[in-house]
């Protein structure tokens, strides 16, 4: 598609519940980023993918967050046992290559809220 | 190591007035820059690039941005603002690689009728 397409819109899950969010590229756009957006507008860089393999995770809270990018299928971000920090917009982005020249077009996000 | 830095948090203009919205960096390497604009509940758009071609970048909407190496900015300027502009504004910085993305903390854009 055109377009980075995001599902849900919106998820409430109760503290402690899963929560698992979906991403689907731009079509030929080889690298995926995700993002958390916390209330006072600050993007956290999560993870990167590049086609299916992790290329940069430095800021996955590795405990309770994972992520895949698997060929034919969205991408998908979980996270096991959510906690009230957790409420937030999560962006996923992606671009045609990871060369710094290259723009990431975002998705319209997904709404978090941890009960 | 990189940083991006919004000076302003809030900016408000008059509609018909001028837009200045100020960004500086730091970066260890040749960066490229990026402006985008996020609109309420929405995600985000891109504005306008700087990727080491020509300093003064134009974009969308009328937006247009400079380079400039010696002052580390790359203010976001725009000759007369739209009521249609008001929005978040998003400064963001990638190196080599662009693989690192920092964003800057964003300056809110009121516009007064």
């Known amino acids: 598609g055109e377009e980075v397409a995001q599902t849900p819109k919106h998820l409430v899950r109760g503290e402690g519940q899963k929560a698992k969010l979906y991403c689907a590229p731009i079509k030929g756009h080889s690298y995926v980023f995700w993002y958390q957006q916390v209330l006072k507008n600050e993007f956290k860089f999560l993870i990167s993918?590049?086609?299916?393999?992790?290329?940069?995770e430095t800021g996955m809270p590795k405990e309770r967050f994972s992520a895949k990018c698997l060929p034919n299928s969205p991408c998908s971000l979980e996270i096991q046992a959510t906690k009230l920090e957790d409420s937030a917009v999560y962006f996923c982005?992606?671009?045609?290559?990871?060369?710094?020249?290259?723009?990431?077009?975002f998705g319209p996000g997904t709404r978090l809220t941890v009960t | 190591a990189q940083s991006v830095t919004q000076l302003d948090s809030h900016v408000s203009v008059s509609e018909g007035t001028p837009v200045l919205l100020r960004c500086n960096y730091s970066?260890?390497?040749?960066?490229?820059l990026f402006w985008y604009v996020q609109h309420p509940n929405k995600g985000l758009q891109l504005l306008l690039k700087?990727?080491?071609?020509?300093?003064l970048v134009k974009g969308i909407n009328g937006f247009e941005a400079e380079f400039k190496k010696s002052e580390t900015s790359f203010h976001l300027t725009k000759p007369s603002a739209h009521m249609s502009d008001a929005a978040e504004y998003f400064c963001v910085v990638t190196s080599t690689g662009g693989f690192k993305t920092i964003f800057g903390a964003g300056t809110r854009l009121f516009v007064k009728a």
């Open positions: 700087y990727t080491s071609a020509a300093t």
């Open positions: 993918f590049q086609n299916e393999n992790v290329f940069d």
């Open positions: 970066s260890s390497y040749s960066p490229s």
């Open positions: 982005a992606s671009s045609q290559r990871g060369d710094r020249n290259y723009e990431q077009y």
